[in-house]
């Protein structure tokens, strides 16, 4: 079974930096992502990566501010946050698995984590 294992979530202030760590032992594939959801909002994928090209793709919300990469043997999977934003607070949730669709979709993705909860105040 796969399982996905967010971690390094917590309050922090506006400006500072955060990186979130996503372990996933069981999982080897191709394409894994973040994404985040804030209260009465829509789960927003905001970073992709594609082992298969190397390829990465970001939301315009993210883009600039975060990095989405890898350990050695794609695994675990981070996502590095800087100048955060109070806007950037959410539940964040990495995501793997290769379906169909924009790599920024949920749907394209079949194994989710619990989740980490990022806080900016």
């Known amino acids: 079974q796969v399982q996905l294992v967010e971690s390094g979530g917590g309050s922090v202030q506006a400006g500072t930096s955060l990186t979130l760590t996503c372990e996933k032992p069981?999982?080897?594939?191709?394409?894994v992502a973040w994404f985040r959801q804030a209260p009465g909002e829509e789960r927003e994928g905001i970073a992709a990566l594609s082992h298969a090209t190397g390829a990465t793709f970001y939301s315009d919300s993210v883009k600039g501010r975060f990095t989405i990469s890898t350990g050695n043997d794609k695994n675990p999977l981070y996502l590095q946050m800087h100048n955060l934003k109070p806007e950037d607070t959410a539940m964040y949730y990495c995501a793997a698995g290769c379906g169909t669709g924009n790599p920024l979709e949920k749907g394209r993705y079949a194994y989710w984590g619990q989740g980490t909860q990022v806080t900016v105040s």
């Open positions: 069981r999982y080897r594939g191709n394409c």
